[in-house]
């Protein structure tokens, strides 16, 4: 038997999380190093099932298959195709510029020793999340992706609960002591709990579909169950077909989030670190709009058909209404996640909009959306942390105090509102064309979304970063080292995939043949070709 | 009417016969007699063994019974009695089967670490240089009296407890065996009247204690009513009380009348009320909606561990009893009381999950969710195919260690006052203690279905059931009181670890090995049946064919 690869790329993060958890409480630092390094040996793995994948090749590689409950009829199987590789590329790529980025997040209060921050669990917390997405990039049973899909919420949970900004919520730092802090406390518990009721339902939804699913096809391999679809040997009932999608969609829906299903999102990434809010949006939301690619599509292509000009009206919504409710926040993190709700609604649009321009752009937006959203929020993370305050209007003048920090965040905005040379742009364009060739009304009123998109970047550039030097920032130091080293890869990245996107390209696109043979769609004939 | 009018009716109806020695199946029925057995020995030791040693020798008694019983079934088992030779015993009074012996390994495996919760010593502040248990020291003398001031002082314990747990155990070892309707009667009583008298044995808040007992003595003894009116009543409609006889009559296959029962026999208005009347007795035990209204007030005035025991082992021999019954005795009336059943099951997990939400205890709060998992469990037993039965099996088995272990963790946290119950105290428990509180969120998760738990294989296993079953809508429910009743477990895991500590919150107590025990075990279930089910999946599959 060969070398277990992709379960070995779990497996990693999650021994990790073990042994991060086991370091005395006193050897703290000792827990960061070990977390990191274990992270960067994911990416490392990562890497190495990057290269042995080959694009042309079979649908899915790296297969693993072992028993595991039969009695469900349920086997732990593992395969990627090439957006399930571009995204464990994108998972473990992050992952090590959270931890670095959240480095003294989860130190003990030196003012408040009492109080319980174990700076183990954080780290541990991280590395089981990676350990769980990835593995749910890798499963190709639908059993053992739901239950990775549910148990993730778990760590994630603790980690939106249990770790917190040190400064108060909405309250200026000048008041931070006392009473705020408990409000603070109070609220990132209601975050977390919404993030998890929410996500929970979804789940639960999706279980009875499960169930379902197994009731009509009797196994879970997504490959059987795949093929069997499209020989015709298992035949859905039209209604039993649209019912299962629902219940599949609903759950993904919450999770990616698509509106009306987001407003857990705001609360999380508001109330969560910068590090954490990252790795919510950037690595765990992916899990619920590749898994509407992976099962949505391959299992119900029919009833996917039949749902899309609704989802697609539910995106355009998201996309419109996430833009417009970014341009009103006062909060720096949750304009990004309104932002996120945005771009969320282009993925999703993308997807469905069945086209394979559509597609690939939907699949290369996941990773440039993780990407700049990453760097977009870490900058603000650091911002935040050095003025104690998450308020845009607590700012002003950052740029002539520190350069290094307004230019970083500056080009994280840039990214977010998609410049030209920057890599969100290609993903996004992809999108629009893509949706435009079959859709020209959704994609004209999607382009809508992008304006607002300049709208609240720059405006929150400009609120923060010029103008004249607010007194309570005129001593904020500059970028440190360790924080210019989770910057400045990311940068680098959004630019090089900005000016060459054709490695992710040549990754994604023939996966995305397969998807849209599933659904048994052609992209619609250049309009020139087919007047002749 | 004369006397010789009376006379002459016995003599015609019954006339004289001989009668045979029954013949009995001494070692089919060997796990039930060593437990029984082993209460008598106990009630012996209690009258002749001294003071100082009873504890101990009780303990051994104890333990060594359960175990003993325990290698007894898993030979039962290995000599094929769960499949192949499955067959009845004791003049048909028993089956000896794969549920039966799945559902009496079950329990004595959780009665055995429910004793050891039972024998734990060290929570409470040693009262006059003894240490003492979560029972009163003299349950006659009056709460707050100057006679259970004396019993006090003088070290007096109740190790009556002991021989009282291996009756109960006992009688819900008959009861899933049970064959015929007059054992499952005295099995019911068997186990009920110990499990009445434990709960009035607190230690600490006696009063509500024996309040809780006497509303459980009340309400069972109303169900045990419920339950002899309805044998009587299935008895004059079958003419006879054996599960097979009862069985043929409904499908019609006997046609010979009893000449004494030509009025009612083969009546259907009988076998309804009757059919009735029994599954209420029995769903009175399960504690399903709506005859559940005894569950919060027993669950949180009984003496924590018993509570724990009364949750796992009573819910797991009645729904044996419950299964036996739908599926030996009435499956010909599946299509009537299917329907019933469905009722049964929807209001029991909506409202176990509802209720749960107001609750402020953290003991009333268990006993809701138990109601809520009731009603799971219920949705297995509706399916009526194989699957169905294994399923109920096996969800038994999981929850049974999770309630353990939960109301384990419950006796460890205390302040002045004995057990601090009231969810308000748990704030911050996770900072304080963060191993104790992270046990109790594992059971937390398991109760609420989160994958990687036992909770999660069970739930899944009787919703797929039941789905296959053809209960689609049920499945829904299922999922959707899921839901709810995910929120109120993770509002106690928000308190625990997002709340700060009060500073005259409680401390928790270093438990000895026993309670150690009972945890780890709870725990090390858990997870095992989370993550690698299959072994006792196989294990419930091969158990789930009633011997008929």
Do not use: N
């Given at each position: 038997m060969s070398f277990p690869l992709l379960t070995a790329t779990a497996a990693v993060p999650a021994i990790g999380a073990i042994v991060t958890a086991a370091v005395p409480s006193a050897r703290r630092t000792a827990a960061k190093w070990l977390a990191l390094l274990f992270s960067l040996a994911t990416l490392l793995l990562a890497g190495v099932v990057g290269a042995r994948f080959d694009p042309g090749g079979d649908r899915y590689q790296l297969t693993e298959s072992h028993a595991w409950i039969a009695d469900f009829g349920v086997r732990y199987e593992l395969g990627v195709d090439g957006i399930g590789v571009a995204l464990i590329g994108l998972t473990a790529l992050l992952i090590p510029f959270i931890i670095l980025a959240g480095w003294h997040d989860a130190d003990p209060y030196e003012t408040d020793s009492k109080r319980w921050r174990p700076t183990q669990g954080f780290f541990a917390l991280i590395l089981m999340v990676e350990a769980m997405v990835i593995l749910s990039f890798e499963a190709t049973d639908v059993f053992l992706f739901y239950v990775l899909f549910e148990a993730m919420l778990i760590p994630m949970y603790f980690l939106i609960g249990g770790f917190g900004d040190r400064?108060?919520?909405?309250?200026?730092?000048?008041?931070?002591?006392?009473g705020s802090d408990e409000k603070a406390a109070a609220q990132r518990s209601y975050a977390a709990v919404k993030f998890l009721l929410y996500n929970l339902v979804g789940g639960l939804i999706m279980l009875a579909a499960v169930i379902g699913l197994y009731v009509v096809a009797g196994n879970f391999s997504l490959q059987e169950i795949a093929a069997a679809r499209a020989s015709g040997e298992l035949e859905m009932a039209t209604n039993t077909e649209r019912l299962l999608f629902l219940g599949f969609f609903f759950a993904f829906a919450v999770k990616a989030p698509l509106w009306p299903l987001h407003t857990w999102l705001p609360n999380a990434m508001g109330e969560a670190t910068a590090p954490v809010a990252v790795l919510i949006t950037a690595v765990v939301d992916k899990v619920g709009t590749f898994a509407m690619l992976r099962f949505c599509l391959q299992l119900f292509p029919e009833a996917s058909k039949w749902a899309t000009p609704v989802i697609l009206v539910l995106a355009l919504i998201s996309i419109v209404y996430g833009a417009l409710l970014a341009v009103g926040q006062r909060d720096i993190k949750r304009l990004v996640a309104y932002a996120s709700i945005s771009h969320f609604g282009f993925i999703i649009m993308g997807i469905f909009a069945m086209t394979s321009q559509g597609q690939s752009g939907a699949t290369l937006y996941m990773i440039n959306h993780g990407i700049s959203t990453a760097a977009l929020m870490l900058v603000a993370g650091f911002l935040i942390s050095r003025r104690g305050s998450r308020l845009i209007a607590d700012f002003g003048g950052v740029q002539k105090v520190a350069p290094v920090l307004a230019g970083t965040f500056l080009i994280g905005s840039l990214a977010t509102l998609s410049l030209?040379?920057?890599?969100?742009f290609v993903s996004e364009f992809l999108v629009l064309v893509g949706t435009f060739t079959r859709y020209p009304v959704v994609g004209i009123i999607a382009t809508f979304g992008i304006v607002l998109a300049a709208l609240y970047t720059l405006v929150l550039y400009q609120r923060t970063m010029t103008g004249p030097v607010k007194l309570e920032v005129a001593k904020m130091p500059d970028l440190r080292v360790r924080e210019l080293v989770v910057v400045a890869p990311l940068i680098a990245l959004l630019i090089f995939l900005g000016v060459y996107p054709k490695p992710v390209t040549d990754l994604v696109n023939p996966a995305v043949g397969h998807t849209l043979s599933d659904v048994q769609k052609k992209d619609p004939k250049p309009e020139v070709e087919a007047a002749k | 009417m004369s006397a010789s009018a009376v006379h002459s009716l016995w003599t015609t109806a019954a006339p004289i016969q001989k009668i045979d020695a029954p013949t009995i199946e001494y070692a089919q029925l060997l796990p039930t007699l060593i437990v029984i057995g082993a209460a008598v020995v106990g009630i012996v030791v209690e009258a002749f063994v001294g003071r100082k040693v009873r504890y101990y020798a009780q303990m051994f008694v104890t333990v060594v019974a359960l175990v003993a019983a325990f290698a007894a079934v898993i030979g039962l088992a290995a000599g094929g009695h769960a499949s192949t030779e499955a067959q009845i015993a004791a003049m048909g009074a028993i089956a000896v089967d794969g549920p039966a012996l799945f559902l009496q390994g079950t329990i004595l495996l959780t009665g055995l670490v429910a004793v050891f919760t039972f024998a734990e010593r060290r929570l409470d502040p040693e009262a006059h240089g003894n240490r003492v248990d979560s029972f009163t020291a003299q349950a006659g003398s009056v709460p707050g009296s100057d006679g259970e001031k004396a019993a006090v002082k003088a070290g007096f314990?109740?190790?009556?407890v002991f021989p009282l747990a291996l009756f109960a155990i006992g009688g819900m070892l008959v009861f899933p065996a049970a064959n015929d309707l007059l054992t499952l009667f005295i099995a019911l009583e068997v186990f009920s009247l110990p499990l009445y008298l434990l709960c009035a044995l607190a230690r600490r808040k006696r009063l509500m204690s024996q309040e809780a007992a006497v509303k459980y003595f009340l309400l069972g003894a109303f169900s045990s009513a419920f339950l002899l009116f309805g044998i009587a009543l299935l008895y004059g409609y079958a003419g006879t009380v054996s599960y097979a006889g009862i069985a043929d009559v409904v499908d019609g296959t006997v046609q010979s009348i009893d000449p004494a029962l030509a009025d009612t026999m083969g009546n259907d208005a009988l076998l309804l009320v009757g059919g009735a009347m029994i599954l209420m007795g029995l769903l009175f035990k399960v504690g399903a909606v709506p005859f559940h209204m005894w569950t919060p007030d027993v669950y949180q005035g009984a003496p924590t561990p018993v509570t724990g025991f009364m949750a796992a082992a009573t819910k797991v021999a009645a729904f044996g009893a419950l299964l036996r019954l739908l599926y030996v005795v009435l499956p010909g009336l599946r299509w009537d009381w299917r329907p019933v059943m469905w009722g049964v099951a929807i209001v029991t997990m909506l409202i176990g999950a509802i209720v749960a939400i107001t609750q402020t205890d953290i003991k009333r709060l268990l006993a809701y969710s138990s109601i809520a998992h009731s009603g799971f469990i219920l949705a297995g037993v509706i399916a009526a195919t194989p699957d169905g039965i294994s399923s109920v099996l096996f969800y038994l088995g999981a929850y049974s260690f999770v309630t353990i272990g939960a109301f384990s963790v419950v006796t460890l946290v205390r302040d002045a006052g004995g057990e601090?119950?009231?969810?308000?105290?748990?704030?911050g428990l996770g900072r304080r203690s963060p191993l104790v509180a992270a046990v109790f969120a594992v059971f937390l998760l398991a109760f609420a279905g989160i994958p990687l738990t036992s909770g999660f294989s069970g739930k899944f296993a009787v919703f797929k059931a039941a789905a296959e079953g053809g209960a689609g809508a049920l499945v829904v429910i299922g999922v959707i009181s899921s839901a709810i009743a995910a929120f109120f477990y993770i509002r106690v895991i928000v308190l625990m670890f997002f709340s700060e500590p009060k500073p005259e919150g409680p401390t928790v107590a270093v438990p000895s090995p026993l309670t150690t025990t009972a945890i780890g075990v709870g725990v090390a279930v858990t997870l095992v049946l989370g993550v690698a089910p299959q072994y006792f999946l196989d294990l419930a599959g091969q158990a789930g064919v009633f011997v008929r």
């Open positions: 400064a108060a919520a909405t309250q200026p730092a000048a008041d931070a002591a006392g030209p040379g920057l890599a969100p | 314990t109740t190790t009556e601090a119950t009231h969810l308000s105290k748990w704030a």
